[in-house]
């Protein structure tokens, strides 16, 4: 289990918090979603999972001890961050997925491209996992890059995954694809999900709504609806321009 117990953090001694008095969990199996306009403190708090900062306040614990206490190597071992933009290498793809484990033998690396749903567009190219993708994935497009990454992230199988806005670039019915796919590859691990698209949280066991470093407001999707607040305009306003793109694109000639 990850738990967050009254969490701050601040970048220095005496500067104001980026995240203050921050408590949550996530059980194995369970999907956690974390949503909020830019500068709430999401991705900050992303990455002090796996310690690239250390809190300044309470702590983060997984299955009780203090992640403190563990070995950094240990710890981003068990614990997987896909972001929105990860570097590729002007490698080959099977190279550029299986990065964070790279003996990962074959069958790991088709699966977890299967699961982010890439792996029809690489078995499609003339040399399929040994294309080479040139300096930061030139010969991707954005959304593809953000597929790549999803399946890096799944090949060493850690026990906490975090997808820090990894589907923005990704059109909506493939990011559904993903999605599905992603349920069966991690339920039995502890997922957190950040994202300004809330149709990747609706799913979510419980949705935490940030702003400048606080959780304002935690629910289901359902609950967070029906209370009218802060995610509920949202959710009306994202409905709202998806109506509008899809009418949009049912009068094109």
């Not at 078995?123 to 399946?151: D, F, H, K, W």
């Not at 109506?243 to 000639?253: H, M």
């Given at each position: 289990?990850?738990?967050?117990?009254?969490?701050?953090?601040?970048?220095?001694?005496?500067?104001?918090?980026?995240?203050?008095?921050?408590?949550?969990?996530?059980?194995?199996?369970?999907?956690?979603?974390?949503?909020?306009?830019?500068?709430?403190?999401?991705?900050?708090?992303?990455?002090?999972?796996?310690?690239?900062?250390?809190?300044?306040?309470?702590?983060?614990?997984?299955?009780?001890?203090?992640?403190?206490?563990?070995?950094?190597?240990?710890?981003?071992?068990?614990?997987?961050?896909?972001?929105?933009?990860?570097?590729?290498?002007?490698?080959?793809?099977?190279?550029?997925?299986?990065?964070?484990?790279?003996?990962?033998?074959?069958?790991?690396?088709?699966?977890?491209?299967?699961?982010?749903?890439?792996?029809?567009?690489?078995?499609?190219?003339?040399?399929?996992?040994?294309?080479?993708?040139?300096?930061?994935?030139?010969?991707?497009?954005?959304?593809?890059?953000?597929?790549?990454?999803?399946?890096?992230?799944?090949?060493?199988?850690?026990?906490?995954?975090?997808?820090?806005?990894?589907?923005?670039?990704?059109?909506?019915?493939?990011?559904?694809?993903?999605?599905?796919?992603?349920?069966?590859?991690?339920?039995?691990?502890?997922?957190?999900?950040?994202?300004?698209?809330?149709?990747?949280?609706?799913?979510?066991?419980?949705?935490?709504?940030?702003?400048?470093?606080?959780?304002?407001?935690r629910g289901t999707h359902a609950e967070l609806v029906a209370a009218g607040g802060?995610y509920a305009d949202l959710y009306e306003l994202q409905s709202r321009s998806d109506?509008?793109?899809?009418?949009?694109?049912?009068?094109?000639?």
């Open positions: 289990v990850l738990r967050f117990e009254n969490v701050d953090f601040a970048y220095a001694p005496g500067t104001r918090n980026i995240i203050s008095d921050v408590s949550f969990e996530v059980a194995p199996g369970q999907t956690l979603g974390l949503v909020g306009p830019p500068g709430s403190g999401k991705s900050t708090l992303a990455n002090l999972i796996p310690r690239f900062y250390d809190v300044t306040g309470g702590r983060i614990t997984l299955d009780g001890v203090d992640i403190r206490e563990v070995t950094l190597a240990s710890l981003r071992e068990y614990v997987g961050l896909v972001q929105q933009e990860a570097f590729l290498f002007d490698s080959s793809i099977g190279h550029n997925v299986a990065y964070a484990d790279p003996w990962a033998e074959e069958g790991r690396i088709v699966s977890a491209a299967r699961t982010a749903q890439i792996h029809e567009h690489i078995a499609g190219l003339p040399l399929a996992y040994e294309t080479r993708v040139g300096e930061r994935g030139v010969a991707l497009s954005g959304g593809q890059r953000q597929r790549m990454s999803i399946a890096r992230g799944i090949v060493p199988g850690p026990g906490v995954i975090i997808f820090d806005d990894s589907t923005a670039a990704i059109d909506a019915v493939t990011e559904r694809r993903v999605r599905d796919a992603l349920a069966e590859a991690t339920q039995a691990k502890a997922t957190i999900i950040i994202a300004h698209r809330l149709s990747s949280l609706m799913h979510a066991d419980q949705i935490l709504v940030m702003d400048e470093g606080r959780v304002v407001e802060v109506a509008g793109a899809s009418l949009d694109d049912e009068v094109q000639p």
